[in-house]
């Protein structure tokens, strides 16, 4: 029995992945109810291909926009490069842009009808383990302390392996790392919103206007009825350098409601060819607001029979669409590797060394934003702006530019393409 801490969309997966696998598992989740919140998400190809190993890709299209293009551009509107996105750039599985909310509803339905309506238990919070769990030698199961939302009383329950699926302000990850793991702020603070409007381009690209060293929009549509009907339900992020890289962060909640008064003097008068900016935030239904974090790369994950998925692994900047889609690649060889190793803790240390290799230099990358220093420069030459690209960046520059952008959104395409499943034959 795996018991997951956190019903996000790691480990609503994670569980879909060991049932499928032929592994018991339940779920443990501190909100009372689950409720589709959120704004827009990417889901890279990656990700799409082992959600629909899973059984959900027709469900996924009905769900989200396959994405077709990312169009970076300048302060001003000038496309400095647009790379295509997905199945045209290759890949046999599409990027989906798609609302967080429904994307976890669609999960959680999932998990119901295949796994029981019983197996995620609300209301309970993590609160620690046994004085043994995370001795590698120790036996299972390890005992695990929960509390009660409702009634506030402590509980035990007991699970061969625990995964902490709880975020980046995981309970569990506090237990395993108590000390000098603190949240590192960028110094920019991100606005999120949905707005209707007007379709952008062909209404399935993903738009990157301006740069981290001032303010950043970034746009794409996720809701596939507006599209039907000619409209499009435009997610946006607003990224604005607030204060220098390593400042105390303001409260990073995901769910902090942000105000127009404190976004709208950064985008005053930014209206671009294809994007009326100030308009889009100030249509938006509702605004969030969320400092840019994350956390330095762990030496371990985890302990004896205790491990951690998602972002309370690797919370990481959402540069390259990555946060959600590592998520899901953790919860689906987490189960490979603990349905095909004879001992549970070689399982986890398996897992564990397979997905830091990978999401190690994701949070790491992260940080040095290339493909915004070259939007900078082709910003700095023509500060009046310009009519073709090759007017201000050299075909070797534009080549770096692309090279950078694959960094840290893309995955070599023939390798995915080629790659084995992941699924664990029954």
Same mark, same amino acid.
């Given at each position: 029995?795996?018991?997951?801490?956190?019903?996000?969309i790691?480990?609503?997966?994670?569980?879909?992945?060991?049932?499928?696998?032929?592994?018991?598992?339940?779920?443990?989740?501190a909100?009372?109810?689950l409720?589709?919140?959120?704004?827009? @998400?990417?889901?890279?190809?990656?990700?799409?291909?082992?959600?629909?190993?899973?059984?959900?890709?027709?469900?996924?299209?009905?769900?989200?926009?396959?994405t077709?293009?990312?169009?970076?551009?300048?302060?001003?509107?000038?496309?400095?490069?647009?790379v295509?996105?997905?199945?045209?750039?290759?890949?046999?599985?599409?990027?989906?842009?798609?609302?967080?909310?429904?994307?976890?509803?669609?999960?959680?339905?999932?998990?119901?009808?295949r796994l029981?309506?019983?197996?995620?238990r609300t209301g309970?919070?993590?609160?620690?383990?046994?004085?043994?769990?995370?001795?590698?030698?120790?036996?299972?199961?390890?005992?695990?302390?929960?509390?009660?939302?409702?009634?506030g009383?402590l509980?035990?329950?007991g699970?061969?392996?625990? @995964?902490?699926?709880?975020?980046?302000?995981?309970?569990?990850?506090?237990?395993?790392?108590?000390?000098g793991?603190?949240?590192?702020?960028?110094?920019?603070?991100?606005?999120?919103?949905?707005?209707?409007?007007?379709?952008?381009?062909?209404?399935?690209?993903?738009?990157?206007?301006?740069?981290?060293?001032?303010?950043?929009?970034?746009?794409?549509p996720?809701c596939?009825e507006a599209?039907?009907?000619?409209?499009a339900?435009?997610n946006?992020?607003?990224?604005?350098?607030?204060?220098?890289?390593g400042?105390?962060?303001?409260?990073?909640?995901?769910?902090r409601?942000?105000?127009?008064?404190?976004?709208r003097?950064?985008?005053?008068?930014?209206?671009?060819?294809?994007?009326?900016?100030?308009?889009? @935030?100030a249509?938006?239904?509702?605004?969030?607001?969320?400092?840019?974090?994350?956390?330095?790369?762990?030496?371990?994950?985890?302990?004896?029979?205790?491990?951690?998925?998602?972002?309370?692994?690797?919370?990481?900047?959402?540069v390259?669409s990555?946060?959600?889609?590592?998520? @899901?690649?953790?919860?689906?060889?987490?189960?490979?590797?603990?349905?095909?190793e004879?001992?549970?803790?070689?399982?986890?240390a398996?897992y564990?060394?397979?997905?830091?290799r990978?999401?190690?230099?994701?949070?790491?990358?992260g940080?040095?934003?290339?493909?915004?220093?070259?939007?900078?420069?082709?910003?700095?030459?023509a500060?009046?702006?310009?009519?073709?690209?090759?007017?201000?960046?050299t075909?070797?520059?534009?080549?770096?530019?692309?090279?950078a952008?694959?960094?840290?959104?893309?995955?070599?395409?023939?390798?995915?393409?080629?790659?084995?499943?992941w699924?664990?034959?029954?």
């Open positions: 029995m795996v018991m997951i801490i956190g019903a996000g790691g480990g609503l997966t994670a569980a879909l992945s060991l049932h499928a696998a032929g592994i018991d598992c339940t779920i443990v989740e909100v009372p109810e409720k589709p919140l959120g704004v827009g @998400i990417n889901l890279q190809p990656h990700a799409v291909r082992e959600l629909e190993e899973l059984g959900l890709g027709e469900e996924l299209l009905r769900t989200g926009i396959p077709s293009a990312l169009s970076y551009a300048t302060r001003r509107g000038d496309i400095v490069l647009t295509p996105r997905g199945q045209a750039a290759g890949y046999r599985w599409p990027q989906l842009s798609i609302h967080r909310g429904n994307l976890q509803m669609l999960l959680l339905r999932a998990v119901t009808e029981g309506a019983d197996v995620v309970l919070s993590f609160e620690g383990f046994g004085p043994r769990a995370l001795e590698p030698a120790a036996p299972g199961p390890v005992t695990v302390r929960l509390r009660e939302s409702a009634t009383r509980v035990e329950d699970a061969d392996v625990v @995964i902490g699926a709880d975020g980046v302000h995981s309970a569990v990850r506090a237990r395993l790392h108590p000390r793991d603190e949240l590192r702020w960028s110094g920019i603070t991100m606005w999120r919103g949905i707005t209707e409007r007007d379709p952008l381009f062909d209404g399935a690209t993903m738009v990157v206007a301006g740069t981290q060293y001032g303010t950043k929009i970034v746009a794409y996720i596939p599209r039907a009907n000619g409209r339900m435009v946006w992020v607003t990224e604005v350098r607030t204060a220098p890289a400042a105390p962060a303001s409260e990073a909640d995901w769910w409601s942000g105000r127009l008064e404190d976004v003097p950064y985008v005053s008068g930014w209206v671009l060819p294809f994007l009326d900016v100030p308009e889009l @935030i249509m938006a239904g509702r605004i969030l607001e969320y400092p840019m974090v994350d956390k330095a790369p762990l030496p371990r994950w985890g302990a004896g029979r205790v491990s951690l998925l998602g972002d309370a692994a690797h919370p990481m900047y959402p390259g990555n946060g959600g889609s590592q998520a @899901i690649l953790d919860a689906r060889y987490l189960a490979l590797a603990l349905a095909t004879p001992d549970p803790v070689a399982g986890l398996r564990e060394h397979e997905r830091r990978q999401t190690d230099g994701l949070v790491r990358s940080h040095r934003f290339e493909v915004d220093d070259l939007v900078r420069l082709a910003e700095q030459r500060p009046g702006g310009f009519t073709d690209v090759s007017e201000v960046l075909a070797q520059e534009l080549s770096e530019m692309t090279a952008h694959r960094r840290v959104a893309d995955m070599d395409v023939r390798a995915l393409n080629e790659r084995p499943s699924s664990v034959p029954r």
